[in-house]
């Protein structure tokens, strides 16, 4: 992981800074595709990156000095029509959604000029963009389901946060591709994936902790852990009593924020 704090104090901005980054973030791997947005597409990555081994898909800008002039004109030009550009290491395809709009895509994958055979003739360096373009979308999705993260306005515990998120998601398609029958048929399976995960990340903690929590429930709760497992067998996960605090003095939340003014019994 990088993170991106901007230019330094009296600095010049980094040139090719794209480039930079995707080399570094793909340093060790082999045989693999690698899909880029505008940002970080160019030819001189596309070349470094078959030095590894790797190829590359994305998107490019058309301000790009690589870029042959015929692919950026666009008057005369039919609606779904494509025009391809080739050389020893890249191919780049300029394909017309719409009247006086297209969109450029490199590749050192594709050495072809092969179209689809649906409707909008699509080329195929598209379509294989459009499969692989969604990773990280679809990575914020399923973490945005079962997230760690709170507000705050710093932004190291905004990384750790996505940290935790990640790495939780991670170890899940990890768990479950080695042990496929786990929970088996069961539609959340990640949750109980993650209640287990963050019993396993707390316990050591709870048993190594000297003083209780104030809340009658929460110290209940350390107890039994600290106690260890129960003696007596049973298919059933016990449940902790319900604390219904009759006869207390209500308290503010000690979890809530400031703001909403929570009060509880306990």
Not at 26 to 39: A, K, R, V
Not at 99 to 104: A, D, F, G, Q, S
Not at 132 to 161: E, H
Request: charged share 25%; net charge positive.
């Amino acid at each position: 992981m990088q993170v991106y704090t901007g230019k330094p104090p009296g600095g010049v901005p980094e040139k090719n800074q794209g480039m930079r980054v995707v080399l570094d973030m793909s340093e060790g791997l082999q045989g693999h595709n690698i899909t880029c947005d505008n940002f970080f597409t160019s030819y001189r990555l596309g070349v470094e990156l078959q030095k590894r081994k790797l190829t590359m898909v994305g998107t490019i800008r058309k301000n790009k000095p690589e870029l042959p002039s015929e692919l950026l004109k666009m008057q005369g030009r039919t609606v779904h029509s494509s025009k391809f550009a080739f050389s020893e290491n890249a191919t780049v395809v300029s394909y017309c959604p719409k009247k006086n709009k297209n969109v450029l895509v490199m590749s050192t994958m594709h050495k072809d000029a092969s179209l689809s055979a649906r409707e909008d003739i699509k080329p195929q360096i598209i379509l294989d963009y459009n499969s692989t373009k969604g990773g990280v979308d679809n990575l914020d999705k399923v973490t945005a389901t079962y997230s760690c993260q709170r507000m705050t306005a710093r932004w190291p515990l905004v990384i750790f946060y996505n940290i935790v998120d990640v790495s939780a998601y991670n170890a899940y398609v990890l768990w479950t591709e080695i042990n496929q029958q786990w929970n088996g048929g069961k539609l959340y399976r990640r949750r109980l994936f993650l209640e287990e995960l963050g019993k396993a990340l707390i316990t050591p903690k709870i048993q190594r902790r000297v003083r209780p929590p104030r809340s009658t429930a929460a110290a209940s709760a350390v107890q039994k852990i600290q106690a260890g497992p129960s003696t007596h067998a049973s298919n059933q996960p016990e449940m902790d009593p319900v604390d219904t605090g009759s006869g207390k003095k209500r308290k503010r939340c000690q979890l809530c924020p400031p703001r909403q003014d929570t009060k509880h019994k306990g």
